[in-house]
Every structure is written in C-alpha cells, then in structure tokens.
C-alpha cells in the first residue's frame, strides 16, 4: 500500500470515509438483528415506497423534493418497525404532505452508528429508535430538542410516557415516545400453569421445564430481566441494571452459561417468525418475547399468556428524534411528531401490536370510532402504564458504557 | 501459446507469408491479432483488472485494516496487534476451530455421499439424455431463499415434526427425539443439503470429461468397475473434487444462517461472529478474524500445491 | 478373471460387485440415486406445502389454503425484490462465465499456472461481510452510488472464481497439440476458439453459468452492504422474518420451486417424446 506519509494524510480521510461507510454499512445491514438486540424492526428499508437508488451516506443529494424551507411534500421516517401504523394515509391527508417510512433495527450499534457517522441525520427528517439512545445522539449532535409549543398533544401525554427514559435533556424534550411496554416472558398456560400460579422469571430457569424454555439470542431485554430476576432472589450481586459494570454482565452471562450447559434451553431466538415458531409447536413452554408474540398465539388458538414478574418488567420506549434534516423542515416534521402522539395513531398502535402508545387520545379517539375496540386500549394502557410506575421493572440503557462489552459476553451463549 | 503466422504454410506459396487466417477478420480488428502481445493484454485486461479493482483491492484493505486501532465509532489507520489479541484471547479462537472441524466433517460426508451421485450421473448413465435434466433436479433448492429452506427444516425434525411423527407411529420411540433439532445434528444435516450439489456438479464434470476408450480399455484389462474406479476414474476426477472440496469448504466458513436456526446456540461457525464484530461497528476485529481466515485459505492451498499441485486443476 | 490389486477383493478372492447381478445393481443404484434427490429436495418441497398451509408459522402443514399467494401478489415490494434478484442474476449468470472464459484462456499461456490458480481460489475465502463491507468502502472513496452496478459487481465478483474454476476443469480436456493442428491448417486463434475449443468445453460453460445464476439469486452476505436499499429476495426475505409475520415469502419460495420442477418436468416429457419419436421412426 501507499507509503507512510500518504497513509498518514489519508489516514484522516479514510476514516472519515470509513466512519461514513460504517453509517451506509449499519444501514444497510440487516444482520445487526442477529448480533445485538433486535426489536420489532427490520432494515433493509422494506417499507412501503421505495427509496431512491441513491446510498444513504450520500450526504449531498437530497432524496426528497424540499428545498430546505419549510414547503415539504414528503417527509421521510426512518423507524422502528414497532412504530410502523401500516397506514400513514390519516397523516397525509390532513396535511398533504407524504410519509416515506423507512423500516431500522432496534440496534442501538446500528443507529448510533449510521446517525452519527453515517448521514442519517441528513437523509430522514425523523428517525425513531430506543429512547435510551438520546443522550448519546445529543452528545453527538445529530438530534434536535422539539418545541414543545408546537405539540399541542403533548399535554395529554401519560405521565409515565413523559419521563420514560432519558428522553429530556437540560430542560429541552428531544425524544418523544410513542411506543412503549414492558417485557417479561410469555408461556403456554397449559403447560406452565395458570396465570395466577405464575409470578417469577424463574420458570425461564425452572428445572421442571428443561430443555423447553429459551432466551433471546440479543440482550436488548433479555439482560434486564435475568438481572433482574438474579438480584430480587438475591442470587448474584447485581451493582446497576440499567448501566450494568462489567462485573454484572458477568454475573448474568456465567449463571446463563451455567443454565445452558445444564440443557436448560432448547434454543436462542431472534427474529419474530423464530420466536411464534417456537411456541406454536411446543419446542418451548416459557420464553422471553415480546407481548405481541401472545396474541398472535391467541390468534392461533393457543393459551398464552404474558408474565406478570414479582421481579419487574423490562421496559423500553421507541420514539422519534428530529434529525438535522428534521430541523430544517421543523414545522412539517413536527407536524408528523404531533400526529405520532394523536388519536388515530395511538389507536392503531394499540390496536395492532398492544403496546403502550403515548397518550389518552387514542382511547377518546376509540370511543367515537367504530374501527377500533376502545375498552381493549384502554385496559391495555391501564396494565402497561402500571409496569411503568410500579417500583420494581428497570428501563434498561441499550447504550450502556459497557456496549462493548455485553456484546462480546452475550455472545458468548450462542458460541 | 502465441503461434506465429510467419512461418509459410499452405502449399504452393514459399515466398512469404500466408494471411488467410488473419483475411477472414473484419479489417478493424486485424492490425490486433497481429501484435500478439496486444492481443494478450486485451484477453488479460477485462478480468485482470476488474478482479485487481474489486478483489485484491479489498484483499490488502483488510490486511491493513487488521492492524488499525479501534476507535468507539471507528478506526484508526495505525499499527496495533490488539485485535488479534481480541480473537485469540477469546472464545472467538475455539469457533474458529470448531469451524474448521465442520467444514472437514462436510467435505468428507459431501465427498463419501457426493462421489458415487456424480459417478453415476457422469459415467454409468453418462450417455442418457436424462441424466441432466434429472442433475438439474439438485439444482431447484437454490431457487428458493436460503433462510426459507433452512427454516422448513424444523418441520421435519421438531418434536412434532415429520421424523418424530414417524418415529412415534411406528412405534419406535415413545418421546420426541430432542436432539435432532437444534443441535450439531441439526446442523450438519442443514449444511449437507446445502452443500452436497457443490460437490456433485463439479465432481460430475469432471467424471463426464473422461474419455469413453480409456474406460473401455480399463474393462477390456480385465478391471471390475470397483477396480476401474480405483485407478481409473478417482485419479482423474481427482481435480473436480478438488474444486468440489474447496466450494464445500468454503461455505462452511461463510455459513452463518445454519447455525442460528438450527443449532439452537449450540454450536456456532466463524462467520457469525465476523458478522457480530461487523455490527457492532468493530471493524479491525473483524478485518483481522478475515485476515486469519485468509492465513489459514494460504497455508491450505501451499499445502495442496506441495502435495498434489496446483495446476493439475486445468490439466487432465 | 481379475487382476485388479484392490485388496478387498484380494481379500474376498472375488470382487464383491459380481456378487449381485446387473438388476439389483440398477435398482440399488436408482434407489441410492433417488434417497438423494429426495433428501435434497425435501425442504423446498416442504416449503410449497407451508405456503399453502393454514398456519402462518411453520409447522407440519395441514391445511389447504391460496391465503399467502394472494398476500404475495399485493406485496410490491416482494415483487420488486423478485425482480430486481432476477436481473442481477441474469447479469451475473453472462458477466462471470465470460470473465472466467477470459482468464481461463489466458491462463493457459502464463508460466506461473500454480499462482493463477492459487490467486484465484484465494478470494473465495474472503467472508461475505467483510468483502461486502470493503466493497462498499472503495464505492465511497470513488464516490459511486449506483445501487444496481454495485449489488451486480459484487455478485459477479462472488460468482466469478466458481465459474473459473469450473470452466477450467473442463478445459483441461483441451490438448495444446489440438490447437495447434488446428491453427496449422490455417485458423486465427478466433476461429480456433469457436470451432474447436467451445464445443469441448461447452458442458463446463453451461455448468459455469447455472452456477452463477444460482450464486447470485442465493447471495445475501454481500448484497446487504450493496444493496443500498433496493432488496433482493435473500436480503427482503430475512428482514420480513424479523420484523413480523411474512406468508407470502413463503408463497414466493412455493411458486419458484412449482414453477422449476414444471420447467424441468416438461424438459423430461419433451426428451421422452423426442427419444419414442426416434423409435417410432
């Protein structure tokens, strides 16, 4: 290769231009699911219009028709798939102005990576991921506080949406949840025992169920509640879960080690199909999922149910970040951030998936509407804005100091 | 192999040079054919430089990568062993061994199941027109994506899948078998079906290039068909399972959909965790895991030029 | 009597492939034959009996239902990864042969054949994400975006020492004195390769170019990092299957696989009649 000199001087250059790629790369992948934590998103941008044929990290060319004022006709999502309402029509129609959403990984490497090194930021007006991601992208500048002013949804947001998460920083909101829940396990009643019987994460390490349980193969929650679980049953001296040492992680990655040199489980999930597989024909009893995997059981005609941990739930929230792009174009974008807290959409997202969404709203919007079973979202909301104000369930940092780390060491169970 | 025209040919004309060949060209091109050396560096230049550009290229990249120093969000180009030290102080090296053994494992079962398949495509059927369309029958799965494939797998071999069924209405067990999902078993099973056809199209095309008189002659000497294979056909489809060998082989290392799916966390190949060190933004840790794949690729193939040769792949 | 040194046979004083007759040989060889087939094709048979199952998950099917080939036809982007995995496919099944048929007869006029060789098995070791990653990085340092020429050059480059190597087994066949007889009387080297090397070798084009048409509909590890967005069916297929339930990736892999069998089923009855033809006449 080039002598020293040049690599020194190009040395700079490249890595620019690696940290760059590295944004294109993260963007691009779609194996991020497997290696970290992966959520209910997937890259690949899958969504329902397609991008253009320019890369990503092609920071100078504008894939949509603004000019940099504040007339946008579209404006560009790039979110998790948990925040996905299938329908951005209620949107466009209201404002005339269309939504080209992009699906993303729940992988924090991933985001920060592509927002920060990658041209994220210059390319989508919103971007939607953990919350917990907040302070990383602040630091980094390439997230926008909101004017809170201009949402005037914003006041009916729950409380516990409010604080969930580091989602305001000095003063200044910059995150804006619009999906949230709690998880913990879900698991065949008729196998297990009935939801009254059933209380503890221990049945994820029961020896009765043998060979029949399984963990997520990513530690986005699986962590938490394991920890949680180890340090409630006094079992291991957890420091912090939500910014775990490395000598909590160790602590959690030896027992898990431990249980699955025992048989303990049958297998590593990750991704949904995986994951609705598995208990759908009985290769495990108890695993930790998300929530929508028990009604989509249900659906199927299996009795399934959603653990109610003693331990605590593993919280999580999914909101929208204003990009630079986003900044720019800030009525537009925070027009679509306010319809994200309305009631059509919370209505939806309730409706569909059964998470928490941000605000009352999508209740009122329930009762008026005949689409929607207003007495399932609001039960929902009720039970989930509990696990978010009971004592007990953590909101885990998905950027913790030790990223690294717990990255290295999960990985360590599917070796 | 530059043959040179200026030797008199043909009859009749001793006087100079016979340019017929070079007449029936189209007048644009012939000034070409005849500067051979022109003419070679216009066959070279085409792959020469696409494989220089976009293959060796990335090749050195990753060699110089592998000595960068890791930044949070990056690198640094400098010089550091650091990342070597990541992937031999850890569990890393054991999956990288675990990988090797695996890719033994299938090119011998690839080898042992893919032989005779292709012996009986490419010499005892070798003259039915059958033969291809049904050898193109190996091909279809690869129509299908390899995830969807891989999954389909768990329905034969779940505890309630199509093995277990039998198993249990027959009789012969009274519980599920657990251990042929997410296990070793599994797959080894998984990549075999993968793989097996990447054996059986070269080792086929090699046994199809062995001339009908040599075997014919082997049987007039008095040599039964297990002796004719012996020393007839192995040693001179040696170099189709050769390539054969390397294909398999080298999927097994790039081979990370398997083991998640079917391996149930229990076993896992070298690729995942290139693709874990990729995602996490680790970006000299995985360039150096390549660069002792690549090592172990060069020691491999100096050994097979040490023992068997090389170049007997292109010659018969 | 036998003279082969094979020491089972010294052993057994007979060759144990005498010991059954030339019938239960044919069958033993076309029950072998079929074991094989059917295990290799077991999983994508599998797969059309899942798309047409009730279930949306996988499972043992036991139902009949068209539900996901309907939900296929309205996935555009499905339908568009489909096509997109195609073209690519057919660009690399014409650009990889042709490059290896390039290297391939220039390789047989270099000196350092064991190099050539070497150099060019070389980079099939190259992991997948890494080769995709550092492609990726030298489109940036040249500044180029072009989704479709990008994902193609890096499937051709994946496809390309297959093809090699392949061409070049079959080439072996080729005898130098051959051609040299055959520029002797009187062809230049083009009218040398069309008549006389290309019909020798035309198996090895053939198996090159299935070969990598097959590697590049199948390849996923690359493409993610080249795809710039634009999916092919392996990177659509494995991102719907983490986001949420996807039937109809299983409806695709259905229709492909009825559509090969129907394809190579017909090829069959077209042999079938031509050869009861022949014999008719």
Sequence with gaps: MAPNSDTENH??????????????????????????CLGGGGDGDEGDEDQTEETEADGDQDTQTDDGGDSVSELSYWGVGTTNPEDWSGFEDETGISVNYSAAAWSPGETVTKLVQGTASENFHLAGNDTTLTSVLHEQDVIHPTDLQDLPNW??????????????????????????????VAYLTDEVGDPGSIDSYGILFDEEFKGKTSLEAGWATAFHKVALYLQHN?????????????????????????????????????????????????????????????????????????????EGYSLWAIGPWLTNKGAENRDAAEDLVNWMMGGWYNAQITTIRGYLSSSELGIDYAEDSEDFDAEFIEQRHEEVRGRFSDDVSVFGNRYPETFSYMNSQWNRLTS | MAHDNSNPTGSGDRSGVDFSAQQRLPAVIRPLVDNDRLRFSLQVLPWLSILGLFVFLPLAAIFVWSVAIP??????????????QAFFDSYRVDTFWTTIKEGVVQVALALVFGFPIAYYAGVLKRDSKYTFPLMLLFAIPFLTSYILRTLSWISFLGSDGVFNSILLFAGVINE?????????????????ASYLPFMIFPAWL????????????????????????????????????LIGAVFVFVGVLGESVVPVLLGGGNISLIATIIDNAVNSARLPLASAISAIVLLFAVALLLAWEYVYGLKTVGEI | MSTSSSRLSAVLRTDPTVWLSDVSKDRLWKAFIAFWILFILAPPIM??????????????????????????????????????????????????????????????????????????????????????????MLFKQIGFGQAFVATAIGHVIWAFPFAFLVILTSMSTVRDDVLLAS????????????????????????SAVIFSFVLSFNEFSRTVFLQFGQNTIPTYVFAKLQVELSPEVFAIAGLTVVLSFVLIGAAIAVLYRSSSQEATE
């Design chain 1, 155 to 184: 006041e009916h947001v729950y409380d516990e949406v409010k604080n969930s998460g580091p989602t305001e920083i000095e003063g200044e909101q910059h995150s804006l949840s619009s999906v949230q829940n709690g998880d913990s």
């Design chain 3, 183 to 206: 520029a002797d009387l009187g062809a230049n080297e083009f009218e040398t390769f069309r008549h006389v090397i290309l019909p020798q070798i035309r198996p090895g084009v053939i």
């Design chain 2, 206 to 241: 090699a046994m199809s290039r062995i001339d009908d008189e040599i075997l014919h002659a082997s049987a007039d000497l008095g040599g039964s068909p297990l002796a004719t294979i012996r020393h007839v056909v192995i040693p001179l489809s040696i170099p189709g399972l």
């Design chain 1, 11 to 36: 040395g700079d250059e490249s890595r620019r231009g690696f940290l760059k790629l590295a944004g294109g790369v993260a963007g691009a992948s779609t194996v991020g699911g497997l290696a970290g």
């Design chain 2, 176 to 192: 599920p078998l657990g251990w042929l999902l997410y296990s070793t078993f599994a797959v080894r099973l998984g990549m075999l």
């Design chain 2, 71 to 84: 930044q949070p969000f990056g690198f640094e180009l400098g010089f550091t062993l650091e990342n070597y």
């Design chain 1, 234 to 310: 006094n079992m291991a001296d957890i420091e912090n879960i939500e910014d775990p040492t490395e000598a909590d992680i160790d602590a959690v990655v030896d027992f898990l080690l431990e249980q699955k040199n025992d048989g303990q489980f049958r297998t590593f999930w990750s991704g949904w199909q995986t994951a609705v597989n598995l208990l759908s024909k009985k290769e495990v009893v108890a695993m930790d999922t998300w929530e929508p995997v028990v009604f989509a059981l249900r659906d199927e005609g299996m009795n399934a149910e959603y653990l109610e941990p003693k």
């Design chain 3, 47 to 136: 797969l059309v009996f899942i798309s047409l199952d009730t279930a949306s998950y996988v499972r043992v099917p036991q139902g009949l239902t068209l539900a996901k080939y309907d939900l296929m036809l309205q996935s555009e982007p499905l339908i568009t990864a489909m096509e997109r995995s195609l073209k690519l496919a057919v660009v690399t099944m014409i650009a990889a042969p042709l490059l290896a048929l390039l290297a391939v007869l220039s390789y047989r006029k270099t000196t350092y054949k064991a190099l050539f060789v070497g150099a060019m098995i070389l980079p099939l070791f190259v992991p997948g994400v890494v080769q995709g990653f550092s492609l990726l």
